[in-house]
């Protein structure tokens, strides 16, 4: 199928699939999910459980200045003194919120008849990059330009702080292909990872029973620094699943262009991997080829809702994470049904996902699905 008319079907789909509230917008997509048959046959409609969590949207619409944006929330916004079940045996009242939480998930999935599934998702946004330094010191020219480069020579980028090494000899290099983590964002993940160790032990956060990553080094680096301290102390070690599906929106932006799989095991070994990671950045390099544009929010979209199918299909675990990217956690948002917000840098937010198995197709047609629920 040419690739236009493939992209105008993706389109139609996203606009069905997720459009169905007035204040929804979309944000991001991938190819390798964006067919027909997957439009066709999708398997799961996800929405978000309201009323378990603060208003995220609500909040980032109030902070200052442009796009909406939040923050780590303490104990990540969990709504305090909320009652899930009229039958309360399962969490007496000496439990602490979060676990009342944890056998309210687990009871929600017990008596579901099969057809329903419910997961807590933590989604973290890595710490600040190097790209991060170089896109705010150079402003507008990070997409005309500088993006598109592997590196610059010191003297050609304005003075940046942030970045060591940058006070000497100006005629060295700095690099931002699969942009590493700056010192502030080791700083950022080392918050959260204290922020977590006081959140499980004080008020019971359960620690996610599986934790994805994006495969790219700003990731990697963010989850080991976030979840060492937690499990150890937990008796586990960290072991994240590193996925292909939570990169960012593709483009052809040197930041997004990942290392080998060799070199990922190589630097961080505790990682696993999913079925059929490849060595080479096979995305990446598809998108400078000149026959496939920069992946659209449609695409983006529907590439996050396959990424949401694989890890319902494919594990049981009732509370998970996902360390990904910015605009990345737009195209999760829009895949569940959520108005759009960004995330700071090193910020961590929470949802009650419900994954709903869809019925055979009408007419070649799914019901729209991506809405918000209220807490069942």
Not at 111 to 118: A, T
Not at 255 to 284: A, Q, V
Request: hydrophobic content about 30%; some cysteine; proline content about 6%.
């Amino acid at each position: 199928m040419p690739v236009k008319r493939l992209r105008s079907h993706v389109k139609r789909w996203v606009k069905h699939t997720f459009q169905s509230r007035p204040e929804l917008t979309i944000t991001t997509a991938t190819a390798d999910c964006a067919t027909p048959s997957l439009a066709m046959n999708r398997k799961y409609r996800f929405t978000t459980v309201l009323e378990i969590f603060v208003d995220y949207t609500k909040d980032a619409q109030t902070s200052p200045g442009s796009p909406a944006t939040i923050s780590t929330y303490d104990r990540l916004g969990i709504i305090e003194e909320k009652d899930y079940d009229q039958d309360s045996s399962s969490s007496p009242a000496s439990s602490s919120q979060w676990e009342r939480l944890e056998s309210h998930v687990a009871k929600l999935n017990r008596e579901s008849d099969g057809h329903e599934l419910y997961k807590v998702i933590y989604v973290v946004r890595h710490g600040r990059g190097v790209h991060n330094v170089v896109m705010d010191a150079v402003g507008p020219q990070w997409k005309e330009k500088w993006a598109l480069q592997d590196d610059a020579r010191l003297d050609e980028l304005p003075d940046m702080p942030e970045l060591p090494g940058t006070h000497g000899d100006k005629s060295e290099r700095i690099s931002w292909v699969d942009s590493p983590l700056v010192q502030k964002g080791r700083e950022q993940a080392r918050e959260l990872a204290r922020d977590w160790v006081k959140w499980n032990t004080e008020n019971g956060m359960p620690i996610p029973g599986t934790i994805y990553t994006s495969p790219m080094d700003r990731c990697l680096e963010t989850t080991m620094l976030i979840y060492g301290d937690v499990l150890r102390e937990n008796g586990r070690n960290v072991q994240p699943v590193v996925k292909e599906n939570l990169r960012e929106r593709l483009t052809n932006h040197t930041c997004d262009r990942r290392h080998t799989r060799s070199w990922i095991e190589e630097n961080y070994p505790k990682c696993h991997f999913e079925s059929g990671f490849k060595d080479k950045d096979m995305l990446w390099k598809a998108r400078i080829s000149g026959t496939v544009n920069a992946e659209t929010d449609d695409e983006h979209t529907l590439r996050k809702h396959c990424l949401l199918e694989d890890i319902f299909d494919t594990d049981n675990s009732h509370f998970i994470s996902m360390t990904t990217h910015s605009y990345a956690i737009s195209a999760i948002l829009a895949s569940v049904g959520s108005p759009i917000f960004r995330v700071k840098e090193g910020s961590m937010l929470a949802m009650l996902i419900k994954a709903e198995k869809e019925p055979p197709p009408m007419n070649g047609k799914h019901s729209g699905v991506g809405t918000a629920k209220q807490a069942p």
